[in-house]
């Protein structure tokens, strides 16, 4: 019912309302602007003050035959002194410390890693270990045997809390337990 009264009040002397807005003063469109001459119909004046510019000159011409430019890119210099650190930086390697047992996931076992990195496995072992023993495995110390950075080293400690899997026995040999069927 209430749609009836919308619909009512919607389309009530409609016809006269749109006859209405169609009657109405349309906005004028915004006046031109006067269109100036080309340059080359503004006289001779502006032909001497361009003639110069576009005259052939023999002299500077020659002079810029002359002219032998050589650049170099500086991006690919600063690409070979990078290609020169990163060679430094990979001979800066040391041994694993920590690893799993067998091949996990088929891969291929490391043997080294560079420093300032870790592996899995150790960065699993020093956390477990700081948080067993915080006292005598301090950021200072995983740092050092690592070879870390101390401040990469502290947040990884601070942030980074490796799981914590604890399985809760039954109370009571009583108690129902879903059995498979």
């Known amino acids: 019912m209430g749609a009836r009264v919308v619909r009512m009040f919607r389309n009530f002397n409609l016809e006269n309302r749109v006859f209405r807005e169609i009657s109405k003063e349309k906005p004028r469109a915004a006046p031109r602007h006067a269109v100036s001459d080309p340059p080359s119909a503004a006289g001779s004046e502006a032909e001497t003050a361009v003639d110069p510019v576009n005259r052939r000159n023999d002299p500077l011409l ?24 990163t060679g430094a930086k990979e001979a800066e390697r040391r041994p694993l410390r920590f690893s799993l047992p067998g091949d996990p996931y088929g891969l291929v ?43 990469d080293t502290k947040a990884l400690v601070e942030f980074f809390i490796p799981f914590q899997v604890q399985i809760i026995p039954p109370k009571t040999d009583s108690t129902k337990q879903i059995k498979a069927s």
């Open 62 to 85: 020659t002079l810029l035959k002359s002219v032998y430019v050589e650049s170099k890119d500086p991006a690919a210099a600063a690409a070979e002194a990078s290609k020169e650190v």
């Open 109 to 151: 076992e490391l043997t080294d890693v560079p420093k300032g990195k870790l592996t899995i496995a150790e960065a699993l072992k020093a956390l477990s270990s700081h948080q067993r023993q915080p006292g005598a495995w301090t950021p200072e110390k995983i740092a050092q045997e690592y070879s870390l950075d101390l401040k």
